[in-house]
Nanobody
Framework: QVQLVESGGGLVQAGGSLRLSCAVS????????MGWFRQAPGKEREFVIA????????YYADSVKGRFTISRDNVKNTVYLQMNGLKPEDTAVYYC????????????????WGQGTQVTVSS
């Protein structure tokens, strides 16, 4: 079993930055691709960004390219989401997810999920 715990959410003004963390515990961390998804009120969960188990490949939603970056530290068993240039439309609950296979933007292919952390961007 794998447990994921997100942290780092909060309230920030438009144009500001936040860094989310996802701490992974349980089974061997470095065999998993990791992803971040988000869900705004009244909307479906959407893909944000993902990273391969080695950290060598990353995938971004078009809406966050150039603003968000993902990284992982396999020693600390933690994946990070650095969010810069935040916009009000980035407001959502952000979820970390782990995948046994390759990184993907399809939420149904992720095996484990965190509880989410709220990010609110004020205009």
């Amino acid at each position: 079993q794998v447990q994921l715990v997100e942290s780092g959410g909060g309230l920030v003004q438009a144009g500001g930055s936040l860094r989310l963390s996802c701490a992974v515990s349980g089974r061997t961390f470095n065999i998993y691709a990791m992803g971040w998804f988000r869900q705004a009120p009244g909307k479906e969960r959407e893909f944000v960004i993902a990273i391969s188990w080695s950290g060598g490949s990353t995938y971004y939603a078009d809406s966050v390219k150039g603003r968000f970056t993902i990284s992982r530290d396999n020693v600390k068993n933690t994946v990070y989401l650095q969010m810069n240039g935040l916009k009000p439309e980035d407001t959502a609950v952000y979820y970390c997810a782990a995948n046994h296979g390759p990184p993907t933007d399809r939420s149904g292919e992720y095996d484990y999920w965190g509880q989410g952390t709220q990010v609110t961007v004020s205009s």
